[in-house]
Each structure stands twice: as structure tokens, then as C-alpha cells.
């Protein structure tokens, strides 16, 4: 979905509230996270930064001109103070490369460089 999203940014999307097909293939074994509490307390607060709700539909485009004009990379430590995948900083590098109209930046295989 990262892919599609950087390749094709008008590609529509639709908010969604709880878990979306992404947490489905979330690995065995591990601690199950996506309907923590703490989670839809972020999301709450970001969909307020972003001017969006739950059901809304827009192409992806849309969303990161609103991460440009109401986010900056700093926010991520306030408003995801406790999630646990904030420590790897992918998030303040993917808000800091929309809000320099680069988009997503590209994943590249584990293993490469």
C-alpha cells in the first residue's frame, strides 16, 4: 500500500476507525497492537490536526497537502509520545519529506542500502 500511495498519490482512501486490512497481516507471535486504546487517541488527534473524520474519502494527495499545512516533524513526539514504532523516527522523516513535496519516501528491501 506504501507503494501505491507514493507511485500513485491520488489514489482514493477512506478514513477508517479500528483496524484496516494492514493490521491483518500483522506477524504471528508478536503483541497484537492495533486496537489499543492509546492508538485511537493519536488517530483522534491527528484526524482533528488534519481537519478529517472517520469515513471521509479523498485521494491520498489531499491528505499530504493537509500534513504540510498542519503538521510539523516535531508533533510526532507529542502526539505518538507512546507508540512503540516512534523510536525508529520513520515518522518524522515521512512527515518531513511530505512537507518538502517530496511524498513518501521509497522502502527499500531489508538487506539494501
Keep these: 500500500m506504501h507503494d501505491v500511495l507514493r507511485e500513485r498519490p491520488d489514489t482514493m482512501i477512506q478514513i477508517i476507525k479500528g483496524p484496516d486490512y494492514l493490521c491483518a497481516?500483522?506477524?504471528e507471535g508478536q503483541p497484537y497492537h492495533c486496537e489499543d486504546d492509546g492508538i485511537y487517541v493519536r488517530d483522534s488527534e491527528i484526524l482533528r490536526r488534519l481537519g478529517l473524520k472517520v469515513s471521509d474519502v479523498l485521494p491520498w494527495?489531499?491528505?499530504?497537502?493537509?500534513?504540510?499545512?498542519?503538521v510539523v516533524p516535531g508533533d510526532i513526539a507529542v502526539v505518538c509520545e507512546t507508540c512503540s514504532w516512534r523510536s525508529y523516527g520513520f515518522c518524522e522523516e515521512g512527515v518531513e519529506g511530505v512537507i518538502e513535496s517530496n511524498g513518501l519516501r521509497k522502502v527499500l528491501p531489508s538487506g539494501t542500502d
Design 25 to 27: 497481516k500483522f506477524p
Design 61 to 70: 494527495r489531499e491528505v499530504e497537502r493537509r500534513i504540510r499545512l498542519n
